[in-house]
């Protein structure tokens, strides 16, 4: 159990388009998911908090116009960067937290982003 | 101070060692504690959590606690060369729902 999906796992794209990253909790409803972005060997950085239905607390630095996000349902919710550009190349990583009282957070396998 | 503190390594040791990993954090109203496993490459994966003070086992791992301390280490019997990876030492504070304080993770290598 505990299964987060995150699609796509890879994506490359041109500077100034934009990208959807979607993360899926698979076998559980996740009441609350987290955005994290993590550079070569450095270590994760929390971007953002999602709750189902409200909109997301972003801390400090993250800018919110440009990463957006949604939490539609209580298994999905959805990253978007905004006219992205290289330095927005890195790994994105989405987990969950279940409905069931437990505060233990699953991971998603991760999106490789590269921006040209 | 950080709010989570690792050796950030690399460790290295012998196959069938006992790796210790250790873990220290600011915050004393912290609740719940984690150690994750991330390979290069992937997202981490959830090894153990420890929420009261003691030692947790679980098969080659054990987690242990000492809130008085604020520390948490991650103990690997036995260790192999497939634990080769970053361990993550992640703490919830006991203000923030869900949120995860993480370490800057503590490299491992199991050589043969």
């Known amino acids: 159990g505990a299964v987060v999906s995150q699609h796509p796992s890879r994506v490359i794209c041109k500077s100034g388009t934009s990208v959807k990253i979607e993360c899926r909790s698979l076998?559980?409803?996740?009441?609350?998911m987290f955005w994290y972005r993590q550079f070569p060997k450095k270590s994760l950085m929390l971007m953002a908090t999602?709750?189902?239905?409200?909109?997301?607390?972003?801390e400090q630095g993250v800018e919110k116009d440009k990463f957006l996000i949604n939490h539609a349902s209580l298994t999905l919710s959805t990253l978007t960067v905004t006219s992205a550009h290289p330095e927005d190349s890195s790994f994105y990583i989405c987990?969950?937290?279940?409905?069931?009282?437990?505060?233990?957070?699953?991971f998603g396998p991760g999106t490789r982003l590269t921006v040209l | 101070q950080k709010e989570v503190e690792q050796n950030s390594g690399p460790l290295s040791v012998p196959e069938g060692a006992i790796a210790s990993l250790n873990c220290t954090y600011s915050d004393r109203g912290s609740q719940s504690f984690f150690w994750y496993r991330q390979y290069s490459g992937k997202s981490p994966e959830l090894i153990m959590s420890i929420y009261s003070n003691g030692d947790k086992e679980d098969g080659r791992f054990t987690a242990q606690l000492n809130k008085a301390s604020q520390y948490v280490s991650l103990l690997i019997r036995d260790s192999q060369p497939s634990d080769s990876a970053t361990y993550l030492c992640a703490v919830r504070r006991g203000s923030t729902l869900g949120r995860l304080y993480f370490g800057r993770g503590t490299q491992l290598t199991v050589w043969p």
């Open positions: 999602s709750n189902e239905g409200s909109k997301a607390t972003y």
């Open positions: 076998d559980f409803q996740a009441t609350t």
């Open positions: 987990s969950a937290i279940g409905t069931g009282g437990t505060d233990t957070q699953y």
